[in-house]
């Protein structure tokens, strides 16, 4: 029965209504139910004898509207008016108790300690402040009236277990809101370690799917690159054989100079996409090596000095004497910084002159200098508005906007300059002109052992005797490139055969073990890595050569490949010379060239300062060195004919240094000839 009557009771003190659901509004009406009983077992079964009756009695009133007003608002589904209610009235409620009972000194005083996490719990922290100030402000003025003589006298004094009953009261409005706030941050800390977790998931999966989408990049273009340039390899690598036919007509031989130069526009076009693709994913890293310093400004030059001369346009050089002939840096974005800046001076000029200026200055200590680069044109300049984003990728402004190119040169160049440590500016006035100057840190170095530059080399016209009979075997399945490679080869005198696919490649060298091998790495049937793992596991198969020939743009390919077990790597398009100097290194080949020199550039510029020089006309070797200083060859070679009028071996020793760009050996004997003239004049 008592089970019964309880269950019956507890569902007839639900609450009920709108709010029925509501965490909050259930626990605070679970606190009103509770207070209430607590308020009857103090009152009627607990009476507490006061003084006066009457005071008493509106204090139980009181407090019955403090708690059976909550309770009929939250049943009516208005829990924000039944929270304000159940707070500021307990409020009011404990104030008038508290005072009632001798103020400060009453055990009342304990509601103050609970009201402001009541506060907390319905309405937030601002609502706990705002009523734990009111709560002390009322202390402390009982506190002064207890101190000044003047104590509360208490109306309702209180029995012990009355007493007992009201610290209960206190611990059931403190505890419930405590525990309510636990839950609720235990609930947030559950769902944080959720969106934790979940946040982890996406992140994981976001990342994927970036490395899914740089890895189908990275694939696209090396597969894009791969189809442009294989083609590429053919048209550049025919339009140079049929140029060296000495039965090709003059005009026709301009004709493939422009199918070449087109070829060549091509592959920078494409190149520089590339840099882009492996610039944004971090796939370009910074070479430092040593380099010819002078001898990388004076090809840079030379390149741009044919394009500039069809324009009209002067193209000055001015190095300073503190620049070294040799430095340690990357050579090759070095190069093509200079390059980006020089053709677009170039490009964009119309009349005037393009002025590169070289300086250096000491850094520290270390041998380390900054090499100051300017670049100065008269050309159509750069607005201000525009100069702030110049240098962003596929950015075309003003007038350029029309011009050809890709928009990334001056992007790249950027970004290499601050790949190795320095900075690029602009200075640019609309009209007048534009001024880039680049600041790059580089170490010093001694003379390196560079390679020699397209400009001095000389062509391989044979093999010398005394040599083995070279065996070479081209694996490649693009007819075009392996007859390109194999007319090459077989002018040059070496033994060729072909297979066009890998699997044909590893039986041809089990039957004709070729010293060489030239593999190209995407084959039908057996792919070129696989092949060559096949051929080392072969008997002879460590001994012979493996050189991987690949359309790839992405230098990384080159390292994955040497790691593999190859013993080199040549890009396509290549030129004829990277395939002779391939097999310099590889098989130690030595080759007949179209000309042999018989006496060292030392011999000849001594002969040059003791001898012929002298005899020259003061007037004719001051048009000599300003025509070298200024690094115009048209100019060079009309002074060196004017001089073969007069000596006719100085003229062919001066036209055999000139042919090789050996400037600066021609300057330094002219300087040697002036300082001895000047002595002797005095």
Not at 383 to 412: C, H, M, N, Y
Not at 574 to 594: K, N, P, T
């Amino acid at each position: 029965m008592l089970s019964t009557y309880l269950r019956k009771t507890g569902r007839a003190l639900r609450l009920r209504g709108p709010l029925a659901n509501d965490p909050t509004a259930q626990i605070l009406h679970a606190l009103l139910v509770g207070l209430a009983c607590a308020i009857i077992l103090e009152f009627v079964v607990l009476p507490t004898n006061p003084k006066k009756p009457a005071v008493a009695a509106l204090v139980l009133i009181f407090t019955c509207l403090c708690i059976v007003a909550p309770l009929a608002l939250l049943h009516r589904g208005s829990l924000r008016a039944a929270s304000l209610i159940f707070l500021w009235g307990n409020g009011l409620l404990f104030t008038i108790v508290i005072i009632l009972n001798g103020g400060i000194r009453s055990v009342g005083a304990v509601y103050y300690l609970v009201l402001p996490i009541s506060a907390a719990w319905l309405f937030g922290y601002r609502a706990a402040l705002v009523s734990a100030g009111i709560c002390l402000a009322n202390l402390l003025i009982m506190a002064v009236l207890e101190l000044s003589g003047r104590p509360l006298p208490r109306f309702v004094p209180g029995t012990p277990l009355g007493l007992w009953v009201s610290v209960v009261e206190a611990m059931i409005m403190a505890a419930v809101p405590i525990a309510r706030i636990l839950q609720i941050y235990k609930e947030a800390l559950a769902r944080l370690g959720e969106y934790q977790g979940h946040l982890e998931e996406l992140v994981a999966q976001r990342t994927g799917e970036l490395q899914a989408a740089n890895q189908a990049k990275s694939a696209f273009l090396a597969n894009m690159s791969h189809e442009l340039r294989t083609p590429l390899n053919a048209i550049l690598g025919f339009s140079a054989l049929v140029r060296e036919d000495p039965g090709l007509s003059e005009e026709h031989r301009k004709d493939l100079a422009i199918v070449n130069r087109s070829g060549e526009h091509l592959l920078n076009l494409i190149d520089e996409v590339l840099d882009v693709a492996k610039i944004e994913s971090g796939r370009v890293i910074v070479e430092n090596a040593p380099f010819g310093l002078t001898a990388l400004v004076r090809d840079t030059v030379e390149m741009m000095r044919a394009w500039a001369g069809a324009k009209g346009i002067e193209l000055l050089v001015n190095t300073s004497s503190s620049v070294p002939s040799s430095a340690r840096s990357d050579a090759a974005k070095l190069r093509q910084v200079l390059i980006n800046l020089l053709g677009n001076a170039v490009k964009f000029t119309e009349e005037g002159s393009v002025t590169l200026r070289v300086d250096a200055k000491p850094i520290d200590i270390d041998q380390r200098l900054l090499l100051i680069f300017e670049v100065q044109d008269t050309g159509i300049g750069i607005a201000a508005e525009d100069q702030a984003r110049i240098f962003s990728p596929f950015v075309r402004v003003g007038k350029t906007a029309t011009q050809g190119g890709t928009g990334l040169g001056l992007s790249i160049a950027q970004q290499f300059v601050q790949m190795m440590g320095g900075t690029i500016r602009l200075d640019s006035t609309p009209g007048k002109g534009s001024l880039f100057r680049i600041e790059v840190p580089v170490e010093r170095a001694e003379e390196p052992e560079v390679m020699t530059s397209q400009g001095d080399r000389e062509q391989v016209i044979g093999l010398e005797t005394g040599q083995p009979e070279y065996r070479m075997l081209i694996v490649e399945d693009q007819r075009e490139n392996w007859l390109l490679l194999q007319r090459l080869l077989n002018d040059t005198g070496f033994q060729v055969q072909v297979a066009e696919d890998g699997a044909q490649g590893v039986e041809m060298f089990r039957t004709w073990k070729p010293h060489l091998i030239w593999m190209d790495l995407r084959l039908p049937v057996m792919g070129g890595m696989e092949a060559a793992r096949e051929i080392r596991a072969l008997d002879g198969g460590r001994q012979v050569k493996i050189v991987a020939l690949t359309a790839s743009g992405f230098a990384q390919q080159r390292a994955d490949v040497l790691a593999a077990g190859l013993d080199d790597f040549v890009r396509k398009p290549y030129r004829r010379e990277e395939i002779f100097d391939c097999l310099a290194r590889q098989l130690g080949v030595r080759y007949l060239h179209s000309e042999t020199r018989h006496e060292s550039p030392t011999r000849q510029v001594a002969a040059l300062r003791r001898e012929a020089l002298a005899m020259l006309p003061q007037q004719l070797r001051k048009e000599l060195a300003d025509a070298l200083v200024r690094l115009d060859p048209e100019a060079i070679v009309e002074v060196i004919d004017r001089v073969s009028k007069q000596d006719a071996q100085l003229g062919e020793v001066l036209a055999h240094c000139s042919k090789r760009f050996a400037y600066t050996e021609i300057l330094s004997a002219l300087e040697d000839c002036n300082g001895r003239f000047a002595e002797g004049s005095s």
